[in-house]
């Protein structure tokens, strides 16, 4: 059974840092893209970052320079590294690979 599952959502100060995860069951995440979204409130969907199978990178430029995603092939898990948090960044992160979708876990950004 393919199954993504998200952690490492949270509470955290303005210029803090979290590192989320995406963990996968039923396939091999190193041989797909792996996508992370978010949802801030009242807003749609929207993609943030993407790791290929081949390793490339992209990033929304909201995000360019304070995020950065990564892949642990051992642990079949992708990560989303996000330091200088801000306020901005709230909402509910998913990842994506194969059609597939994670539960989301939320990041809270306030003082």
């Known amino acids: 059974q393919v199954q993504l599952v998200e952690s490492g959502g949270g509470l955290v100060q303005p210029g803090g840092s979290l590192r989320l995860s995406c963990a996968a069951s039923?396939?091999?995440?190193?041989?797909?893209?792996v996508t992370w979204f978010r949802q801030a409130p009242g807003k749609e969907r929207e993609p943030i970052s993407c790791?290929?199978?081949?390793?490339?990178?992209w990033y929304k430029d909201s995000v360019k320079g304070r995020f950065t995603i990564s892949g642990d092939n051992a642990k079949n898990t992708v990560y989303l590294q996000m330091n200088s948090l801000k306020p901005a960044d709230t909402g509910v992160y998913y990842c994506?690979?194969?059609?597939?979708w994670g539960q989301g876990t939320q990041v809270t950004v306030s003082s």
């Open positions: 994506n690979s194969r059609d597939h």
């Open positions: 039923g396939f091999t995440l190193d041989d797909y893209a």
């Open positions: 790791i290929s199978s081949i390793g490339r990178t």
